[in-house]
C-alpha cells in the first residue's frame, strides 16, 4: 500500500499547478473588480467620467467567480467550514474517518456542480439569455462558474481524500509529518 501513496505523490505537481492557476486567476479578478468598481464610483461623482451601465452586472459576475473558485482553494488548504468542536477529544483515527467521510461528501457535491453546472450553461436560459446592460453577452458566463468550481472542488477534494486514506494506511515518520504540513 505504502508503493500506491509514493506514485501518487508524483501527481502532486498537478495539484501545485492547478492551485497556482486558480489563484492567479481570482488575482486577476479582484483586479479587475477593484478597477471597474473605482471607474464606476468615480464615473458617479465627478463629471467628465462616465459610468459604465455594464459595472454593476460585470463586478457581481467576477465576484461570483472569486467566491466559488476561492471556496476551491480552501479546500486545499483545509481551510473550508467544517465542525471541529468536538476533534480535540476525538482519537486520531477517528477524526480522519471524520474527515474523510466529510471530503468525500464534498466530493459528492464539486461532481454534482459538475453535471448541473454544464447542463445548466447548456440550456436555453444560459444561452439565449442575455445581460439586461449588456445585451451582446450571454447569461453563459454569468453560470460557467458552477463548473469550474466543480471540477476544481473534485480535483482538491481528491488530493485531499489520498491524504486522509494515506494519514489511515501508511505510518509517517515526524519529519515526514512536517514535510506535508500535518
Not at 479587475?32 to 455594464?54: E, H, L, M, N, S
Not at 476533534?87 to 464534498?106: C, Q, R
Amino acid at each position: 500500500m505504502p508503493a500506491f501513496f509514493t506514485s501518487l505523490e508524483k501527481i502532486k505537481p498537478l495539484f501545485d499547478w492547478t492551485h497556482r492557476i486558480i489563484l492567479f486567476i481570482c488575482k486577476i479578478l479582484l483586479v479587475a473588480d477593484i478597477i471597474i468598481t473605482t471607474w464606476a464610483v468615480a464615473g458617479r461623482y465627478i463629471p467628465f467620467i462616465t459610468d459604465p451601465k455594464w459595472s454593476e452586472e460585470i463586478v457581481l459576475t467576477l465576484m461570483v467567480y472569486m467566491a466559488v473558485l476561492s471556496a476551491t482553494l480552501a479546500i486545499r488548504r483545509g481551510l473550508h467550514i467544517r465542525m471541529t468542536a468536538f476533534d480535540k477529544y476525538l482519537p486520531e483515527k477517528l477524526k480522519t474517518v471524520s474527515d474523510l467521510i466529510a471530503d468525500i461528501g464534498v466530493l459528492a457535491l464539486g461532481v454534482v456542480l459538475v453535471i448541473y453546472g454544464i447542463k445548466f450553461c447548456n440550456s436555453p436560459l444560459s444561452i439565449r439569455g442575455k445581460y439586461v446592460a449588456i445585451p451582446t453577452l450571454s447569461k453563459f458566463w454569468q453560470y460557467l462558474p458552477i463548473p469550474v468550481a466543480g471540477v476544481g472542488m473534485v480535483i482538491f477534494e481528491l488530493e485531499q481524500i489520498f491524504r486522509h486514506v494515506e494519514a489511515l494506511f501508511v505510518k509517517k515518520t515526524a519529519e515526514e509529518g512536517k514535510e506535508h504540513g500535518c
